[in-house]
Protein backbone atom coordinates (compact mmCIF):
# COMPACT_ATOMS: atom_id res chain seq x y z
CA UNK A 1 0.00 0.00 0.00
CA UNK A 2 1.22 4.12 -0.98
CA UNK A 3 1.65 6.54 1.54
CA UNK A 4 -1.13 8.28 2.91
CA UNK A 5 -1.37 11.42 1.55
CA UNK A 6 -4.99 12.67 2.53
CA UNK A 7 -7.75 11.78 5.37
CA UNK A 8 -11.16 11.68 4.63
CA UNK A 9 -13.74 12.27 7.43
CA UNK A 10 -17.40 11.48 7.01
CA UNK A 11 -19.19 14.17 9.73
CA UNK A 12 -22.39 12.40 11.55
CA UNK A 13 -21.67 10.24 14.24
CA UNK A 14 -17.93 10.53 13.28
CA UNK A 15 -16.73 14.36 13.83
CA UNK A 16 -19.77 15.42 15.03
CA UNK A 17 -23.33 14.81 15.58
CA UNK A 18 -27.03 16.75 16.10
CA UNK A 19 -27.85 17.90 19.10
CA UNK A 20 -30.53 16.93 19.99
CA UNK A 21 -30.41 14.20 17.75
CA UNK A 22 -31.80 14.45 14.38
CA UNK A 23 -34.43 12.00 15.08
CA UNK A 24 -35.45 14.12 17.96
CA UNK A 25 -35.60 16.94 16.27
CA UNK A 26 -38.22 15.01 13.52
CA UNK A 27 -40.34 14.58 17.03
CA UNK A 28 -39.33 18.27 18.05
CA UNK A 29 -40.89 20.11 14.79
CA UNK A 30 -43.88 17.32 14.47
CA UNK A 31 -44.90 17.91 17.59
CA UNK A 32 -44.94 21.83 16.60
CA UNK A 33 -47.44 21.21 14.04
CA UNK A 34 -49.66 18.69 16.24
CA UNK A 35 -48.28 15.77 14.73
CA UNK A 36 -47.72 12.96 17.07
CA UNK A 37 -44.70 10.33 16.20
CA UNK A 38 -41.53 8.71 18.58
CA UNK A 39 -37.61 8.16 18.14
CA UNK A 40 -38.82 4.58 18.08
CA UNK A 41 -41.21 4.72 15.14
CA UNK A 42 -38.70 7.13 12.98
CA UNK A 43 -35.47 4.48 13.75
CA UNK A 44 -36.89 1.87 11.54
CA UNK A 45 -37.50 4.72 8.56
CA UNK A 46 -35.05 6.44 7.90
CA UNK A 47 -32.94 4.39 5.01
CA UNK A 48 -36.40 3.55 3.41
CA UNK A 49 -36.79 7.45 3.21
CA UNK A 50 -34.47 7.23 0.32
CA UNK A 51 -36.06 4.28 -1.87
CA UNK A 52 -37.17 6.56 -4.43
CA UNK A 53 -34.06 7.47 -5.12
CA UNK A 54 -32.23 4.31 -4.73
CA UNK A 55 -30.12 2.65 -7.21
CA UNK A 56 -28.20 -0.55 -7.68
CA UNK A 57 -24.94 1.82 -6.56
CA UNK A 58 -26.79 3.67 -3.95
CA UNK A 59 -28.99 6.42 -3.68
CA UNK A 60 -28.73 9.05 -6.71
CA UNK A 61 -30.61 12.60 -6.41
CA UNK A 62 -27.82 13.79 -8.92
CA UNK A 63 -31.50 15.41 -10.43
CA UNK A 64 -32.64 17.23 -8.11
CA UNK A 65 -28.96 18.87 -6.91
CA UNK A 66 -28.70 21.76 -9.49
CA UNK A 67 -29.27 24.15 -6.53
CA UNK A 68 -30.40 24.42 -2.76
CA UNK A 69 -33.97 25.11 -3.65
CA UNK A 70 -34.38 21.64 -5.37
CA UNK A 71 -32.75 20.31 -3.05
CA UNK A 72 -35.02 21.52 -0.07
CA UNK A 73 -37.81 19.93 -2.21
CA UNK A 74 -36.96 16.28 -2.10
CA UNK A 75 -35.51 17.01 1.66
CA UNK A 76 -39.08 17.71 2.39
CA UNK A 77 -40.35 14.71 0.61
CA UNK A 78 -37.76 12.88 2.17
CA UNK A 79 -38.88 13.82 5.55
CA UNK A 80 -42.37 13.14 4.96
CA UNK A 81 -41.31 10.01 3.40
CA UNK A 82 -39.59 9.36 6.85
CA UNK A 83 -42.99 10.04 8.93
CA UNK A 84 -45.32 7.91 6.81
CA UNK A 85 -43.14 5.40 7.38
CA UNK A 86 -42.94 5.53 11.06
CA UNK A 87 -46.79 5.19 10.73
CA UNK A 88 -48.01 8.81 11.45
CA UNK A 89 -51.49 9.46 10.16
CA UNK A 90 -51.79 13.19 9.67
CA UNK A 91 -53.22 15.59 6.87
CA UNK A 92 -51.10 16.35 4.01
CA UNK A 93 -50.58 20.17 5.09
CA UNK A 94 -49.65 19.22 8.40
CA UNK A 95 -47.06 16.94 6.79
CA UNK A 96 -45.79 19.37 4.34
CA UNK A 97 -45.10 22.52 7.03
CA UNK A 98 -43.36 19.97 9.12
CA UNK A 99 -40.97 18.86 6.82
CA UNK A 100 -40.18 21.82 5.18
CA UNK A 101 -40.23 23.36 8.71
CA UNK A 102 -37.12 20.54 9.21
CA UNK A 103 -35.62 21.27 5.87
CA UNK A 104 -34.59 24.61 7.55
CA UNK A 105 -34.35 23.29 11.60
CA UNK A 106 -31.88 20.74 11.02
CA UNK A 107 -29.37 23.13 9.17
CA UNK A 108 -28.99 25.47 11.81
CA UNK A 109 -25.55 25.47 13.35
CA UNK A 110 -27.05 25.59 17.05
CA UNK A 111 -27.88 21.94 16.34
CA UNK A 112 -25.19 20.60 16.19
CA UNK A 113 -22.06 19.87 18.17
CA UNK A 114 -18.10 18.21 17.71
CA UNK A 115 -16.80 14.75 19.45
CA UNK A 116 -14.00 15.39 21.87
CA UNK A 117 -11.67 13.78 20.18
CA UNK A 118 -12.18 15.37 16.90
CA UNK A 119 -10.10 18.49 17.23
CA UNK A 120 -7.04 17.12 18.71
CA UNK A 121 -7.09 14.03 15.49
CA UNK A 122 -6.95 17.25 13.00
CA UNK A 123 -4.71 18.64 14.82
CA UNK A 124 -3.15 15.08 14.72
CA UNK A 125 -3.24 15.01 10.87
CA UNK A 126 -1.87 18.63 9.94
CA UNK A 127 1.08 18.00 11.91
CA UNK A 128 1.60 14.71 10.27
CA UNK A 129 1.46 16.69 6.86
CA UNK A 130 -1.57 15.52 5.24
CA UNK A 131 -4.60 17.35 4.65
CA UNK A 132 -8.19 16.43 6.22
CA UNK A 133 -11.09 16.84 3.97
CA UNK A 134 -14.91 16.09 5.05
CA UNK A 135 -17.31 13.94 2.51
CA UNK A 136 -20.46 13.25 4.00
CA UNK A 137 -23.84 12.46 3.54
CA UNK A 138 -25.88 15.47 4.58
CA UNK A 139 -27.76 18.48 3.83
CA UNK A 140 -26.78 21.39 1.78
CA UNK A 141 -25.94 23.60 4.34
CA UNK A 142 -22.96 21.11 5.53
CA UNK A 143 -20.32 23.15 4.56
CA UNK A 144 -21.63 26.35 6.06
CA UNK A 145 -22.67 24.31 9.45
CA UNK A 146 -18.57 23.49 9.30
CA UNK A 147 -17.52 26.97 9.42
CA UNK A 148 -19.63 27.82 12.02
CA UNK A 149 -18.43 24.86 14.20
CA UNK A 150 -14.77 26.32 13.13
CA UNK A 151 -13.28 23.74 11.31
CA UNK A 152 -13.09 25.33 7.81
CA UNK A 153 -12.58 28.77 6.57
CA UNK A 154 -13.05 29.78 3.00
CA UNK A 155 -9.61 31.22 2.65
CA UNK A 156 -7.99 27.70 3.63
CA UNK A 157 -7.04 28.45 7.09
CA UNK A 158 -9.37 25.72 9.32
CA UNK A 159 -8.12 22.17 9.93
CA UNK A 160 -10.68 21.03 6.98
CA UNK A 161 -9.46 21.80 3.56
CA UNK A 162 -12.81 21.46 1.97
CA UNK A 163 -16.34 20.15 2.85
CA UNK A 164 -18.04 17.50 0.85
CA UNK A 165 -21.46 16.97 1.56
CA UNK A 166 -23.91 14.72 -0.99
CA UNK A 167 -26.51 17.14 -1.49
CA UNK A 168 -24.77 19.10 -3.61
CA UNK A 169 -22.92 16.29 -5.21
CA UNK A 170 -26.01 14.16 -6.06
CA UNK A 171 -25.03 11.10 -4.85
CA UNK A 172 -24.99 9.44 -1.58
CA UNK A 173 -22.25 6.83 0.02
CA UNK A 174 -21.46 3.87 -0.46
CA UNK A 175 -22.26 5.31 -4.32
CA UNK A 176 -18.64 5.51 -6.30
CA UNK A 177 -19.53 8.61 -7.99
CA UNK A 178 -19.20 10.13 -4.33
CA UNK A 179 -15.75 8.76 -3.57
CA UNK A 180 -14.86 9.61 -6.78
CA UNK A 181 -15.81 13.33 -6.38
CA UNK A 182 -13.97 12.94 -3.36
CA UNK A 183 -10.88 12.00 -4.95
CA UNK A 184 -10.97 14.45 -7.88
CA UNK A 185 -11.89 17.12 -4.97
CA UNK A 186 -8.59 16.19 -3.12
CA UNK A 187 -6.53 16.31 -5.85
CA UNK A 188 -5.06 12.57 -5.03
CA UNK A 189 -5.60 9.26 -6.36
CA UNK A 190 -7.72 6.72 -4.82
CA UNK A 191 -5.07 4.53 -3.33
CA UNK A 192 -3.40 7.83 -1.65
CA UNK A 193 -6.96 8.37 0.32
CA UNK A 194 -7.46 6.88 3.77
CA UNK A 195 -11.45 7.39 4.35
CA UNK A 196 -12.74 7.31 8.05
CA UNK A 197 -16.42 6.94 9.28
CA UNK A 198 -18.85 5.22 11.14
CA UNK A 199 -20.85 3.28 8.80
CA UNK A 200 -19.58 -0.26 7.71
CA UNK A 201 -21.62 -0.13 4.30
CA UNK A 202 -21.76 3.42 3.61
CA UNK A 203 -18.16 4.52 4.63
CA UNK A 204 -15.87 1.25 4.55
CA UNK A 205 -17.28 -1.07 1.94
CA UNK A 206 -17.88 2.16 -0.28
CA UNK A 207 -14.53 3.44 0.31
CA UNK A 208 -12.85 0.51 -0.24
CA UNK A 209 -15.04 -0.40 -3.55
CA UNK A 210 -13.06 2.13 -5.39
CA UNK A 211 -9.81 1.33 -4.20
CA UNK A 212 -9.71 3.62 -0.84
CA UNK A 213 -8.18 2.55 2.64
CA UNK A 214 -10.85 2.75 5.19
CA UNK A 215 -10.78 3.01 8.86
CA UNK A 216 -14.43 2.29 10.88
CA UNK A 217 -14.78 4.57 14.38
CA UNK A 218 -16.28 2.76 16.74
CA UNK A 219 -17.13 4.55 19.48
CA UNK A 220 -19.37 2.21 21.11
CA UNK A 221 -17.74 -0.93 20.77
CA UNK A 222 -20.89 -2.20 18.80
CA UNK A 223 -18.42 -3.37 15.80
CA UNK A 224 -16.27 -5.31 18.35
CA UNK A 225 -14.72 -8.38 16.50
CA UNK A 226 -15.66 -7.35 13.11
CA UNK A 227 -13.25 -9.62 10.67
CA UNK A 228 -11.40 -8.11 7.85
CA UNK A 229 -11.94 -4.38 8.61
CA UNK A 230 -9.76 -1.74 10.67
CA UNK A 231 -11.40 -0.24 14.06
CA UNK A 232 -10.64 2.18 16.41
CA UNK A 233 -12.70 3.47 19.63
CA UNK A 234 -11.11 7.27 19.08
CA UNK A 235 -10.11 9.60 16.19
CA UNK A 236 -6.74 10.00 17.83
CA UNK A 237 -6.11 6.55 17.40
CA UNK A 238 -6.98 6.47 13.09
CA UNK A 239 -3.57 4.95 11.63
CA UNK A 240 -2.03 7.75 9.35
Given amino acids: ?31 AHG ?31 ADEAAFAAIRAQLHIGRYLGAGVQAPAEALQAAADELVVAEAAAEHFALFEDTVPALERVRAAGLRSYIVSNHIWRLPEVIAALGLWRADGGGLIAEVMTSARVGY ?25 GDNVAHDVEGARAVGMRAV ?4 DGKHEGLAGVDIVRSLMEVPL
Fill in 1 to 31: MGTVRAVLFDFDGTLGRYRPSHLELYVQVAA
Fill in 35 to 65: IDVTVEALRGAVDAGWAPWETAYGVDHSAHS
Fill in 172 to 196: RKPHPRIFEAAAMMAGEAVGALLYV
Fill in 216 to 219: LIDR
